[in-house]
């Protein structure tokens, strides 16, 4: 199933991911953590790398720290450390600024706005989500891929 959304990222060196496209890989949602392992497995291979906000850390640790899931906790801590290729950039003083822009300009919610900054910011030239809001960000010259259209 894969297939289709890695022929359409060909081409894309440095891929910045939303926070859903690592949620559904480490809990298994389905059909989406199908695209998510080809996706991490081309990207390994291929040497592509991934441009990562800190904000992932956050938006994925929430739920097991409020449910005392410590297990869950490490497991995810430990998926995060061994993404290959990860670039993980803080939300510093550049990534906030063009993410108040991004809020600004196309009316994206904050956590939205930090992830397409970090996108911006780190020079990446595509973004994966499932989110279709997101799609206001190709006026910033990222090519915007959304999971659910490669599930149909």
Avoid at 9 to 15: A, D, S, T, V
Avoid at 23 to 38: D, K, Q, R
Avoid at 102 to 122: E, F, K, N
Wanted: aromatic share 8%; no cysteine.
């Amino acid at each position: 199933m894969g297939e289709k959304l890695i022929e359409r990222l060909k081409g894309h060196k440095r891929i910045a991911l939303d926070t859903p496209v690592l949620i559904y890989h480490v809990e298994g949602v389905e059909p989406y953590a199908s695209l998510t392992a080809a996706l991490f497995d081309w990207a390994g291979r291929e040497g592509i790398s991934l441009v990562l906000s800190f904000l992932i850390w956050t938006e994925m640790l929430v739920k097991p720290i409020a449910d005392g899931k410590g297990e869950a906790v490490r497991r995810i801590e430990g998926f995060l450390r061994e993404i290959p290729l990860a670039e993980w950039l803080p939300l510093d003083e550049a990534i906030a600024r063009e993410a108040a822009r991004i809020r600004g300009i196309y009316g994206l919610r904050t956590p939205d706005a930090i992830i397409a900054a970090t996108a911006v910011v780190g020079g990446a030239t595509a973004l994966v989500t499932n989110d279709r809001e997101m799609r206001k960000v190709e006026g910033e010259g990222i090519k915007v891929f959304v999971l659910e259209d490669f599930v149909r």
